[in-house]
């Protein structure tokens, strides 16, 4: 049997004790047979990250755990989380998927993700178990650690999305607020060896600096959203505090790649042109952001789920910014489709440049990105057409209607500076 082995892969060693206790609970899609064809991972191509900040405070380096993990990856249905299953799933260790499979977008690309995960892990025997279920009942939740009992989680499930959080609030207090303290509630309560979660550049948005660095005070969240994944940063803190648990907070800077969610900038630029619909564009173009292929957040999220730092919170971004008439001649590049545009006046606010610090990471994780945007977007717009092509039941377009309220602006304004270019 042969195994692709990342850097810091298991060396597959037998299960210790964290086998089934015995509990009657069956995962809804629990495959059983041995591990098939591995999916090769896309090479990077070149280096964006800017390592030239130094880290003024040296910490110990915490040694990565290279042996066979069973891990819970939340939200593994979802774009981040089922890009992470899958690579554990390819280097050899388990994964056991918790997802409510909610509507926040098409529910099919989700069950894709799911079909995808089943046929990496090897179809019958695969090591991926499934479940359906909301991560905040306490009761279907303690059942899914009884029968799994997982000593590594990666939480990744949440309600994303700015703008929706400042509609329905309550919904974000629910899955991530009361979602991770449940999960953390249960990672300590069964021993978990550590517990990394996905927290969001969002909690930088009341922020006027240009590099976002974790030592700043991020006390302004702006939006529910952002409070929330402020709220789990601290709550986490205080696991760490009482019960000694491993956690490490991790701020995606704006996630984009293959598989990617239909309400965020990538994916809505390239369905846009690719289509032939107008993109309304606020301002010159000049301000930028900073775009994280999907490879590198997968790469952040593993280095971090094997290495079982105290309590930490790291920024993974590509560690520089992408104009936004860069942006556009990318997609338009690489559709090879002439963009739409309606040019609009400057909106109040605007920032010129922000992005991710990511000296932090790169010390204590040896996180670096690799893939530029330019080689992000050929391939993202590749997937793109490949799925359009091949799979006419998986819309990844957006939605028409949709299309009248969300603009371009979004991306590169200060008023929205959080909003999908952070969720
Ligand atoms: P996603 O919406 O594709 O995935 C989240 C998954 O969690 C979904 O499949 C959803 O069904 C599931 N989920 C939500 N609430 C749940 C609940 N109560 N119980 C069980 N499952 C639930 O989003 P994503 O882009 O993959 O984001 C993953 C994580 O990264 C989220 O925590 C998000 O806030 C964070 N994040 C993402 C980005 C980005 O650019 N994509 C940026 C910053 C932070």
Same mark, same amino acid.
């Given at each position: 049997? =042969?195994?692709? !082995? ?10 210790d004790?964290d ?9 809804i ?19 964006? @990250? ?8 040296? =910490? +110990? %380096? ?8 069973? &891990?819970?990856?939340?939200?593994g ?5 089922? !890009? ?23 529910? =099919?690309?989700?069950e ?22 909301? %991560? ?7 059942? &899914? ?20 959080? %400042? ?18 509630e249960? @990672? !300590? ?6 517990? #990394? ?8 948005g009341g ?6 660095s974790?030592? +700043?005070a ?57 289509r032939?619909?107008e ?19 997968v790469d952040?999220v593993?280095?971090s ?7 930490? &919170? ?8 992408? @104009? ?10 690489h ?15 605007d ?19 690799? #893939?530029?945007?330019?080689e ?24 028409k +209607?949709?299309?009248v309220?969300?603009? %371009? ?6 008023? !929205? ?7």
């Amino acid at each position: 049997m =042969k195994i692709t !082995h990342a850097t810091s892969a298991p060396a597959l060693y037998e299960l210790d004790d964290d086998e089934n206790s015995g509990e009657t609970l069956v995962p809804i899609e629990k495959e059983n047979s041995g591990m098939g064809a591995r999916l090769g991972k896309v090479e990077s191509t070149s280096c964006f @990250s800017d390592l030239s900040f130094a880290v003024e405070t040296p =910490k +110990e %380096i915490v040694k990565p755990h290279t042996q066979y993990k069973k &891990v819970l990856v939340t939200g593994g249905a979802g774009f981040i989380g089922s !890009h992470v299953s899958q690579f554990l799933l390819e280097r050899g260790d388990d994964v056991v998927v918790v997802d409510e499979m909610n509507d926040y977008y098409d529910v =099919k690309i989700k069950e894709s993700n799911l079909q995808l995960l089943q046929k990496v892990s090897g179809g019958k025997n695969g090591n991926v178990s499934i479940y359906r279920g909301d %991560i905040c009942d306490e009761e279907f939740m303690l059942n &899914v650690f009884e029968a799994e009992r997982p000593q590594w989680v990666c939480h990744m499930a949440a309600r994303a999305g700015v703008r929706p959080s %400042i509609e329905d609030p309550f919904v974000y207090i629910h899955s991530n607020i009361r979602g991770t303290t449940q999960l953390m509630e249960l @990672s !300590h309560k069964f021993g978990v060896k550590n517990f #990394v979660f996905a927290s969001s550049s969002s909690v930088y948005g009341g922020s006027s600096s240009a590099y976002f660095s974790e030592e +700043e005070a991020v006390d302004n969240p702006v939006s529910p959203y952002a409070a929330s994944k402020k709220a789990c940063e601290l709550l986490s803190y205080t696991y760490h505090h009482l019960y000694k648990l491993n956690v490490t907070g991790l701020r995606f800077f704006t996630v984009y790649g293959p598989r990617g969610r239909p309400d965020m900038a990538p994916f809505k630029f390239i369905d846009r042109v690719s289509r032939g619909i107008e993109l309304q564009k606020f301002g010159d173009g000049s301000s930028s952001r900073d775009y994280t292929y999907i490879d590198d957040i997968v790469d952040g999220v593993v280095r971090s789920l094997d290495r079982q730092h105290a309590y930490e &919170v790291f920024n993974l971004g590509k560690g520089n910014g992408t @104009s936004l008439n860069e942006f556009i001649g990318l997609v338009e590049k690489h559709t090879g489709k002439e963009a739409i545009i309606k040019q609009l006046p400057d909106q109040a606010g605007d920032v010129p440049y922000t992005c991710a610090d990511v000296s932090k990471a790169s010390s204590l994780l040896g996180y670096k990105a690799r #893939v530029s945007f330019e080689e992000g977007i050929r391939r993202t717009v590749e997937w793109y057409s490949n799925v359009n092509g091949s799979n006419p039941a998986i819309d990844v377009t957006v939605p028409k +209607e949709k299309l009248v309220s969300d603009s %371009i602006c979004v991306v590169h304004s200060k008023e !929205h500076l959080s909003t999908p270019v952070c969720a």
